[in-house]
């Protein structure tokens, strides 16, 4: 018989100390040499001493996985559940993986068995452990918070500039730090040089930031945003419990709930008051940037890659340059067309506005456009197809769910990103079918309109010359439910869809190749 005896233990103190791990190894062995009886037994001990049972990311326990799935075991024997995970939905995904590699779990402390009242007990059992842990993390809480209302340092916390010290639980001036603490505040205030400079300037003298690496802007900007340097290092500012489940950076809380700490101060008050004064500035003078305006903006669809296209500034031989393009960088990926699909913003806004202007100058044209509806049997077929990609849509939404229900799942950042994923794909679908709908309906309609459409084209005809961009961009999106650009550069082709009942209309502004 192939046996493993899994160990763990939570805290360094007891992996260094040795409080349960040499126990918890002797009963397993005993336990497996128990179950092997008079046969030959091979016993492979796995222990993660000093790892916390809230994570499955643990290197022996990953091993143990692998073993196990790989066949290379008969029995896998631990103290009891708690070892396993403190989390009842890891509890459960484990036994269930153990369950279909043909493993055993036997347990030392704990009678296991394959019946609803075992499952139910396992369970029940699971949710203490995981109830003890929040209310161990609860009690860590509020013992941090009231140190720090006392004036001590709850947490190892070591900005540039300073040391932690372990053994007192204090923080000291690094005297070699400080001093480019203060050059950096006096660079601000006394020169006209922004954060970037600074962090240039930095790396132009050879001096590393705190992890020995290279300054950047946003890490100059942090040392003249904070207060720790004038003495005031504030505790329970961030709220980390959402940002850390979710991956999303942790929300600030309010200033009533920061805990003021006193630290030794570097520079004086009056510095940095300068600091936050010229900061204030630069962001108000940023704020009041221009910001480009694209007329297009959410009705733009690339036609070879499918993905929207956005504006954006791009850097033409020296000259910034207003483009439409659909690629998107994000997470070091690059999405969107390669290479890079780049329209000039000017002409497929002047292309396109140039036909809206056509068909307001044209009322019959208009009324006509809109009068030019699809065979009802093509739309009844896309209605179709629609019907059964929101079905398969929410087949997997339920999935989820009920793993969630389940506990076989968590809703970590990834579950929720598929959710809202999901949710987001629904609502896409259920709009273009109220579209479809609308234009199979719009067949009988759309006659009695003819007048109110003269109308209404006449009103905006005589106003164009007057009309802001704002309002441009309403009238575009009154008439337009969708571009699709093809090719790139001065070769592209547009295609404009009418906003349902529609026909699409097919054009190539003037002066560009197709």
Same mark, same amino acid.
């Given at each position: 018989?192939?046996?493993?005896?899994?160990?763990?233990?939570?805290?360094?103190?007891?992996?260094?100390?040795?409080?349960?791990a040499?126990?918890?190894?002797?009963?397993g062995?005993r336990?497996?040499?128990?179950?092997?009886?008079?046969?030959?037994?091979?016993?492979?001990?796995?222990?993660?001493?000093?790892?916390?049972?809230?994570?499955?990311?643990r290197?022996?326990?990953?091993?143990?996985?692998e073993w196990?799935?790989?066949?290379?075991?008969?029995?896998?024997?631990?103290?009891?559940?708690?070892?396993?995970?403190?989390?009842?939905a890891?509890?459960? $995904?484990?036994?269930?993986?153990?369950?279909k590699?043909?493993?055993?779990?036997e347990?030392?402390?704990?009678?296991?068995?394959?019946?609803?009242?075992?499952?139910?007990?396992y369970?029940?059992?699971g949710a203490?452990?995981e109830?003890?842990?929040?209310?161990?993390?609860?009690?860590?809480?509020?013992?941090?918070?009231? !140190?720090a209302?006392?004036?001590?340092?709850?947490v190892?916390?070591?900005p540039?500039g300073?040391?932690?010290?372990?053994?007192?639980?204090?923080?000291k001036?690094?005297?070699s730090e400080?001093?480019?603490?203060?050059?950096?505040f006096?660079?601000?205030?006394?020169?006209?040089?922004g954060?970037t400079?600074i962090?240039?300037?930095?790396?132009?003298?050879?001096?590393?930031s705190?992890?020995g690496?290279?300054w950047h802007q946003?890490v100059?900007?942090?040392?003249?945003?904070?207060e720790?340097?004038?003495?005031?290092?504030?505790?329970?500012?961030?709220?980390?419990?959402?940002?850390?489940?979710?991956?999303?950076?942790?929300?600030?809380?309010p200033?009533?709930?920061?805990?003021?700490?006193?630290?030794?101060?570097?520079?004086?008050?009056?510095l940095?008051?300068r600091?936050?004064?010229?900061?204030a500035?630069?962001?108000?003078?940023?704020?009041?940037?221009?910001?480009?305006?694209?007329?297009?903006?959410?009705?733009?669809?690339?036609?070879e890659?499918g993905?929207?296209v956005?504006?954006?500034?791009?850097?033409?031989w020296?000259?910034y340059?207003?483009?439409?393009t659909?690629?998107v960088? !994000?997470?070091r990926?690059?999405?969107?067309?390669l290479?890079?699909?780049?329209?000039?913003?000017?002409?497929?806004e002047?292309?396109v506005?140039?036909?809206?202007?056509?068909?307001?100058?044209?009322?019959?044209? $208009?009324a006509?456009?809109?009068? *030019?509806?699809?065979g009802n049997g093509?739309?009844?077929?896309?209605?179709?197809?629609?019907e059964?990609?929101?079905?398969?849509?929410e087949?997997?939404?339920?999935?989820?769910?009920?793993?969630?229900?389940a506990?076989?799942?968590e809703?970590?950042?990834?579950?929720r990103?598929?959710?809202?994923?999901l949710?987001t794909?629904?609502e896409?679908?259920?709009?273009?079918?109220?579209?479809?709908?609308?234009?199979?309906?719009?067949?009988?309609d759309?006659a009695?309109?003819?007048d109110?459409?003269?109308?209404?084209?006449g009103?905006?005809?005589?106003?164009?010359?007057?009309?802001?961009?704002e309002?441009?961009?309403?009238?575009?999106?009154?008439?337009?439910?969708?571009v699709?650009?093809?090719?790139?550069?001065?070769?592209?082709?547009a295609?404009?869809?009418l906003? *349902?009942?529609?026909?699409?209309?097919?054009f190539?502004?003037?002066?560009?190749r197709n």
């Open positions: 018989m192939r046996a493993a005896v899994y160990i763990r233990v939570s805290t360094d103190e007891q992996a260094i100390r040795g409080y349960s040499p126990e918890q190894e002797e009963a062995r336990r497996a040499r128990e179950i092997a009886g008079d046969g030959s037994l091979d016993i492979e001990v796995f222990a993660d001493l000093g790892v916390s049972g809230a994570t499955l990311n290197p022996e326990l990953t091993r143990l996985r196990a799935g790989d066949g290379r075991l008969d029995v896998v024997v631990t103290r009891d559940p708690d070892r396993l995970s403190r989390r009842l890891h509890q459960l $995904l484990l036994t269930e993986e153990f369950e590699a043909g493993v055993r779990l347990f030392i402390d704990f009678t296991w068995q394959d019946t609803p009242e075992g499952r139910l007990f369970s029940i059992r203490i452990a109830y003890e842990r929040e209310k161990i993390r609860e009690r860590t809480v509020r013992g941090r918070l009231q !140190k209302r006392m004036g001590g340092i709850p190892r916390v070591a540039y300073y040391d932690y010290d372990p053994e007192t639980d204090e923080v001036v690094n005297p400080a001093a480019v603490v203060r050059d950096i006096n660079w601000f205030v006394s020169e006209d040089i954060a400079g962090a240039n300037r930095l790396n132009d003298l050879g001096i590393p705190k992890k690496r290279r946003n100059v900007t942090r040392i003249l945003s904070s720790t340097y004038v003495g005031v290092w504030h505790y329970n500012k961030y709220d980390c419990r959402g940002g850390l489940k979710s991956g999303q950076p942790a929300a600030k809380r200033r009533e709930e920061w805990v003021p700490v006193p630290v030794p101060a570097v520079i004086d008050r009056a940095w008051e600091a936050q004064a010229k900061l500035e630069a962001r108000r003078l940023w704020a009041g940037r221009k910001c480009e305006k694209y007329l297009l903006s959410g009705l733009v669809t690339c036609a890659c993905r929207p956005h504006g954006e500034k791009i850097n033409v020296g000259r340059v207003r483009m439409y659909c690629r960088k !994000k997470n990926q690059v999405r969107g067309c290479p890079q699909k780049l329209i000039n913003a000017d002409n497929l002047a292309a506005w140039g036909k809206v202007t056509a068909l307001l100058s044209d009322p019959e044209m $208009l006509g456009e809109m009068l *030019a509806v699809q093509d739309l009844e077929k896309e209605i179709g197809r629609l059964k990609s929101l079905q398969t849509l087949k997997g939404r339920e999935a989820i769910l009920d793993a969630l229900a506990g076989l799942v809703l970590d950042a990834k579950t990103a598929r959710l809202a994923d949710k794909g629904k896409r679908l259920l709009a273009r079918k109220r579209e479809l709908e609308a234009a199979a309906r719009g067949a009988g759309a009695a309109r003819l109110e459409l003269r109308a209404l084209a009103e905006a005809l005589g106003k164009l010359d007057e009309l802001s961009h309002e441009k961009r309403a009238l575009v999106r009154e008439l337009v439910g969708q699709m650009v093809s090719g790139s550069g001065r070769d592209f082709f295609t404009v869809y906003k *349902a009942p529609a026909s699409d209309l097919v190539v502004p003037a002066g560009i």
